[in-house]
């Protein structure tokens, strides 16, 4: 059984930074792009970022270029999203997502609130 | 780049068949044949329903049909049942580079 199971997320103050984790399980990680994908309380989904299997290239949405980097760790099966210069518009559940035009499996979602 | 437009709200009653459009540009829909849907029900993860315009993943009740013409994508559910309610969203490939979603569609089942 597949399983993306997020951690990492939590209460953090704007201009601060967030390390969130992404741990696979029950499929072949190291042959998958994979994604990053947000969605704020109450509202729709957002792209944030995707890296290829290998880790040799990655793609952001532009408003987190610059601030977001997005990493993995195929020996561990494990995706990472470095956030810093957090702002009040990052405040969201961030879902791991197997893929990038095709999201077949995500995890449960860790959430993100950035606040004073 | 904007998010793909799709209609706020949609219903339908139980059997019956609702669409739901979602618009681009030449950039994304009109120029891939990347264009996913997926279903999310309130405090869960969304779920893939249809991937590549037209395909479906294993489990995927056939009602679920989908469809693209230039910048416009559009989803259909046949013979609507109480589950099928929820939140739909539509993603499309844009720019070589990116992933763009619909603002998504609250279903209703009257």
């Known amino acids: 059984e597949v399983q993306l199971v997020e951690s990492g997320g939590g209460l953090v103050q704007p201009g601060g930074s967030r390390r969130l984790s992404c741990a696979a399980s029950?499929?072949?990680?190291?042959?998958?792009?994979m994604s990053w994908v947000r969605q704020a309380l109450g509202k729709g989904l957002e792209w944030v970022a995707t890296i290829k299997p290998d880790g040799s290239q990655t793609f952001y949405v532009d408003s987190v270029k610059g601030r977001f980097t997005i990493s993995r760790d195929n020996a561990k099966n494990s995706l990472f999203l470095q956030m810093n210069s957090l702002r009040d518009e990052d405040s969201a559940s961030y879902y791991c997502?197997?893929?990038?035009?095709?999201?077949?499996?995500w995890g449960q979602g860790t959430r993100v609130t950035v606040s004073s | 780049q904007s998010a793909l437009t799709q209609p706020p709200s949609a219903s339908g009653s139980p059997g019956q068949s609702v669409t739901i459009s979602c618009t681009g540009s030449?950039?994304?829909?009109?120029?891939?044949?990347?264009v996913s849907w997926y279903q999310q029900h309130p405090g869960k993860a969304p779920k893939l329903i249809l991937y590549e315009v037209t395909r479906r993943p294993s489990g995927v009740p056939d009602r679920f049909s989908g469809s693209k013409s230039g910048t416009t994508a559009s989803l259909t559910v046949s013979g609507l049942q109480a589950e099928d309610e929820g939140d739909y969203y539509c993603s499309s490939y844009a720019d070589g580079t990116k992933l763009l979603f619909g603002g998504g569609t609250k279903l209703t089942v009257l």
């Open positions: 997502v197997n893929g990038m035009t095709a999201g077949a499996y």
């Open positions: 029950g499929y072949t990680f190291s042959d998958n792009w």
């Open positions: 030449t950039s994304d829909i009109g120029n891939y044949k990347y």
